[in-house]
Nanobody, 115 residues
Framework: QVQLVESGGGLVQAGGSLRLSCAAS????????MAWFRQAPGKQRELVAQ???????NYADSVKGRFTISKDNTKNTVYLQMSSLKPEDTAVYSC?????????WGQGIQVTVSS
């Protein structure tokens, strides 16, 4: 059974940094692309960053140059390093993996950036 568990969220001042972690279990994830999404109140969920099995990364324009996605295949963990945070980055962040056309999600974790 695939499980994704996020950690590392919290409250931070604008300009600060946070690192989110997504620990995956249930299978080996090195063969799959993994991603971070976020959803702010009253807004649709959006893709923040994605990392392919080979390590190629993709970012939303709004976070390019500030966020970095990475993974440790030995730990089955994906990270999202967030720097220069802005109040508009406030959202619930969720980890995602798609396996055989099925989407799996973590429970989500709150990130709040105060101005």
């Amino acid at each position: 059974q695939v499980q994704l568990v996020e950690s590392g969220g919290g409250l931070v001042q604008a300009g600060g940094s946070l690192r989110l972690s997504c620990a995956a279990s249930g299978r080996t994830f090195s063969s799959y692309s993994m991603a971070w999404f976020r959803q702010a109140p009253g807004k649709q969920r959006e893709l923040v960053a994605q990392i392919a099995s080979g390590g190629t990364t993709n970012y939303a324009d709004s976070v390019k140059g500030r966020f970095t996605i990475s993974k440790d295949n030995t730990k089955n963990t994906v990270y999202l390093q967030m720097s220069s945070l802005k109040p508009e980055d406030t959202a619930v962040y969720s980890c995602n993996v798609q396996i055989a056309w099925q989407d799996y999600w973590g429970q989500g974790i709150q990130v709040t950036v105060s101005s």
